[in-house]
């Protein structure tokens, strides 16, 4: 792997306390509104997979229940999403997070790397659409009789909106990523001028 993308335990620091603060700052409202950004959380587990040592998932998992817990306890944001199903979105999460682990084997600062990000974050984005919303669809007790038709339909109606919203969080992180590898390049060549 590049050695770009190695950070110190300093930087990790920085990134994941970073990661977590926008988490913090998304999480209430899946899709935004004129006065919110939508929910960064599956970017977030995707980049922290990327990028940040194993036990910033645990972090960002216990953070991930927790800002649900306040939100919907104290801020009055509505609990239809929290059913018995609940505990399997922590799988949807940990399948994000091994998606941009597994990107760091393919990751490059040029066409090539682009492509793995986006072959991992699709297939990141699958797994964890098909877990968290056939979780709920289907074990959650919310529907009287689940049926295929219906299901198909939620899919249909959510889980582009779903990928949308973690592309661009995505993208966004890879424009940063490519600033700072041209910076680091352009710093390394200055110094060994």
């Known amino acids: 792997m590049n050695p770009v993308f190695n950070f110190t335990p300093r930087t990790q620091i920085f990134m994941g306390l970073f990661l977590m603060a926008l988490m913090m700052a998304t999480r209430f ?9 939508p929910d960064a959380s599956w970017a977030i587990f995707f980049v922290a997979g990327f990028y940040l040592s194993p036990l910033w998932l645990l972090a960002l998992l216990a953070e991930a229940v927790a ?20 505990a399997i979105l922590q799988l949807a999460h940990g399948a994000l997070w091994l998606g941009g682990r597994g990107l760091r084997r393919y990751a490059m600062p040029d066409w090539r790397g682009a492509a793995a990000l986006v072959g991992f974050g699709v297939a990141a984005w699958f797994v964890a659409f098909a877990v968290s919303n056939g979780s709920f669809y289907w074990l959650g007790g919310r529907l009287p009789e689940p049926n ?3 299901f198909m339909q939620t899919w249909a109606d959510y889980s582009l909106k779903f990928l949308g919203t973690m592309s661009v969080y995505l993208s966004a992180a890879a424009v940063v990523q490519w600033l700072a590898h041209r910076w680091v390049s352009g710093a390394s060549t200055t110094h060994a001028a």
């Open 148 to 150: 295929w038709t219906e």
């Open 67 to 86: 800002v649900d817990a306040v939100a919907i306890g104290w801020l009055g944001v509505s609990d239809y999403c929290v059913t018995q199903a609940y």
């Open 29 to 37: 409202h899946h899709f935004g509104d004129a006065l919110h950004l």
